[in-house]
């Protein structure tokens, strides 16, 4: 039997709740078992800050680059505010993406049928979303240097992030969302601010002629980045896969996360470029929400963003599409049962925790399975 090896980095705040979860449905498929995975846990940002002084060390490193994937919980919290940049612990998942080369974030918005009520936006305008962003995710701003913050002769501080682009990490990202379109609904739409940035320029320039090769049956449009924030609120279904930076990739994606009704409905994979020889990607599965410091530690976090990330890793690094099928079916249900966490309440459904909702899940899916 193959045997996959996972890490497992839960990370702070919500973070280790959510990834208990995705240790029991782990535990499901091993049982069920078609392939084997061992898990081996490690810990990263604030977590790791503790120990080591470090928001993720070298042995953890070592660890992710020889991993078949990682699974990663949340970082972040006020108890780190006050710590150096390079050790805060965001940096451990900056270091896990750039040293990993995960350029590619996937994040899709789905809109579950059960939860067309439970979006801030209206009924008709989210049922039957269902939207792919792809996230550049090792450059522009997030990597540019320089990156600091210098006192000047006067006495005032000048701090500068640098947004930088170059025609190869833009023409990869391009084919990953035209490849993924081609694959969905056939249109792409391209978010830059090719009107104030020269990044945008180039963004849009090396995007067009990427594209050139997936016409006329992939229809690309391009869109400015504060538009297209707009559009999402105003007409979410006229998306199909939107491709961004770094930045607006970050923010657009909470964006659309609200039109599946939350936050933390989201999941994503981060991959990087196939091996030459095998094939094999590198890739981390995390949700697209933060650590939640407001409710963590009190049972309440929905774990729904997690657990589909693990979904994503069958998916896309198993190759375990059925098994992944499967999965969303078993959430899909739950929630038809009318099961909701905190985030996701409506009038009259039954509220319940992060461990009711996961054992829920894992109760359908053995359903589903039998
Ligand atoms: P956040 O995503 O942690 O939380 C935003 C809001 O959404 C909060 O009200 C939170 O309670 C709610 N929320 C998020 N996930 C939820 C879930 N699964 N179930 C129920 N409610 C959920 O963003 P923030 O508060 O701006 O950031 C907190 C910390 O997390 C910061 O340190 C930030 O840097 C970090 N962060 C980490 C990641 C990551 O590790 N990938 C992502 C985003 C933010
Ligand atoms: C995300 C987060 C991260 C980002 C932070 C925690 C570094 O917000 O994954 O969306 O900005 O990329
Ligand atoms: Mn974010």
Redesign the pocket.
Known sequence: MTTYNLLLLP?????VE?IAEVERIVDFFNKAGKVKFATETDLV?GAAYDKHGVAITDAAMDKAQKADAVI???????K?DGVPYAVR??AG?LRLRKDLGLFANLRPAICYPALADASSLKRELVEGLDIMIVRELTGGVYFGEPKEIVTLESGEKRAVDTQVYTTSEIERIAKVAFDLARRRGNKVHSAEKRNVMRTGVLWNEVVTATHKSYAPDVKLEHILADNCAMQLVRNPKQFDVIVTDNLFGDVLS?EAAMATG???MLPSASLGAPDAKTGKRKALY??????????AGKG???????IASFGMALRYSFDMGEEADLLDKAIASVLAAGLR???IMQPGMNKVGTAEMGSAILEQLRKLAA
């Open positions: 990370g702070d705040g919500i973070g959510t940002g990663f919980g949340a970082v972040g919290g006020p780190w612990p965001e998942l909470d939350s936050l933390g995390e949700p697209v929400h933060g650590s939640a410091p407001d409710i309440l976090a929905n774990p729904i963003a997690t966490t905190g985030d």
